[in-house]
T-cell receptor, first 115, second 114 residues
């Protein structure tokens, strides 16, 4: 049981380039999340998904797109990277039954630098 | 809307000393509260959570937190710090039942000196 995995671990992009971050979970969780972590700002929610085929915007969605074609995978895309998107990106998942206080399980993170 | 405030971006203690990390929350509904820990170059992992069952919550690695509604606080404590406790700690709040997103505080970095 690998939990939540993220690919890649590190990436350097030039301004304007595109890339996709992959998150995979093997816990059969319904809900998945993408956060970014910046110094002094904690974690901020980018997008989330409450099930296969559904996505929704979080707190800071601009410049990102997501897809949840399979229940176990949640992809985060940057169509045209900007230096302001330099950050550490974390994926998380949770079972999230109705009224649940389920724990969010986090991946190890992807460190992205945009030059 | 829910929010959390963590007082002190950095807290320094000596090994063996009491650890106290402060968290105050704001929520329009009865909150669910969480403490997560992040070790260097790793993701976050749950330390403990308050789900209204008991106001004093015990977590992993000897940490505990007490929910105080009158003070809107959920401070994290450990009686005796260990070098391995050095990490960043995040308080988070989720409001009500049904699906609600977690809102994280800005984090407190705990430094432990010998």
């Amino acid at each position: 049981n690998a939990g939540v995995t993220q690919t890649p671990k590190f990436r350097v992009l030039k301004t304007g380039q595109s890339m996709t971050l992959l998150c995979a979970q093997d816990m059969n969780h319904e809900y998945m999340y993408w956060y970014r972590q910046d110094p002094g700002m904690g974690l901020r929610l980018i997008h989330y998904s409450v099930g296969e085929g559904t996505t929704a915007k979080g707190e800071v969605p601009d410049g990102y797109n997501v897809s949840r074609l399979k229940k176990q995978n949640f992809l985060l895309g940057l169509e045209s990277a900007a230096p302001s998107q330099t950050s550490v990106y974390f994926c998380a998942s949770t079972y999230e039954g109705r009224g649940s206080t389920d724990t969010q399980y986090f991946g190890p993170g992807t460190r992205l630098t945009v030059l | 809307a829910q929010s959390v405030t963590q007082l002190g971006s950095h807290v320094s203690v000596s090994e063996g000393a009491l650890v106290l990390l402060r968290c105050n929350y704001s929520s329009s509904v009865p909150p669910y509260l969480f403490w997560y820990v992040q070790y260097p170059n790793q993701g976050l992992q749950l330390l403990l959570k308050y789900t209204s069952a008991a106001t004093l919550v015990k977590g992993i690695n000897g940490f505990e937190a007490e929910f105080k509604k009158s003070e809107t606080s959920f401070h994290l404590t450990k009686p005796s710090a260990h070098m391995s406790d050095a990490a960043e700690y995040f308080c988070a709040v989720r409001g009500g039942t049904g699906f609600q997103k977690l809102v994280f505080g800005t984090g407190t970095r705990l430094l432990v000196s010998p």
